[in-house]
């Protein structure tokens, strides 16, 4: 079961990865079908979208797309919430039902994005107001924490719904996101519970491998509009599947 997990999760990363995320539903989706209880997936999530993050973070700044303007304002919380969100324990069964909406409802958005990123990208503002990012940025802050999930959903949904980005500059933003709500919550995680999967470190690298492959054949070769269809069918999958068990 070990190995069949540890390449569940390889894959679930370069999927991800070469769409510009870091993977934490799909991890948490994966998991559960291994049948993991909720305090190992939400760290186990958190570790390896910090670490997907990091590689896809580095992709977009050597790519000049990553600007401080699209990511900075939501952090401001962000971070604080996603601390917060990382000091709470759910329930199993509310966990696995917040997790259940969360794929499916990102699985809808992620296939919204790809039918529409060049009418999204025409009409784009070229920077998040101030106020209401700072506040969407604590909610995804505390929402990514509490569940391991990763913020950079729900800036993406956030952002290009309200058309406050083009759709590139998005993804950088949200694996911004990804990267310093996965960390906070990770970190204060670490503070109350410190004991971590034994598997961890290989699941880890299985990711980081994942990871780098994507973000290559994302960047070179793989066409962005199909890559986030597929995604999307993965995600809405990964839902049913939770909602199932």
């Not at 390449?7 to 999927?15: I, M, S």
């Not at 969100?85 to 759910?90: A, P, Q, S, V, W």
Request: proline share 5%; hydrophobic share 60%.
């Amino acid at each position: 079961m070990s190995l069949a997990l540890t390449a569940c999760l390889a894959l679930v990363a370069a999927l991800f990865a070469s769409a510009g995320q870091a993977g934490a539903p799909g991890y948490v989706a994966v998991m559960s079908f291994f049948g993991h209880e909720p305090a190992t997936i939400k760290a186990t999530a958190l570790a390896l979208t910090t670490l997907v993050a990091i590689i896809g973070v580095a992709g977009f700044h050597r790519a000049g797309i990553l600007k401080a303007r699209d990511w900075a304002p939501f952090a401001l919380l962000g971070v604080p919430g996603a601390v917060a969100g990382g000091l709470i324990d759910l329930p199993v069964a509310t966990f696995r039902i917040a997790m259940t909406i969360i794929l499916l409802a990102a699985g809808a958005q992620m296939a919204w994005a790809a039918r529409m990123t060049e009418a999204l990208d025409q009409r784009a503002l070229d920077k998040p107001p101030l106020w209401p990012a700072i506040i969407c940025g604590g909610v995804s802050g505390f929402l990514a924490g509490i569940t391991g999930s990763g913020g950079g959903l729900f800036i993406a949904a956030s952002m290009l719904i309200l058309k406050w980005a083009p759709t590139k500059r998005v993804a950088a933003a949200a694996q911004t996101s990804n990267l310093y709500t996965a960390d906070a919550a990770f970190a204060a995680l670490w503070f109350t519970h410190p004991a971590l999967p034994s598997d961890l470190p290989q699941w880890a690298l299985a990711a980081g491998l994942g990871g780098v492959l994507g973000v290559w054949l994302g960047s070179r070769y793989l066409p962005a509009r199909a890559l986030r269809y597929m995604l999307a069918a993965i995600l809405f999958l990964s839902g049913m599947l939770l909602a199932a068990g």
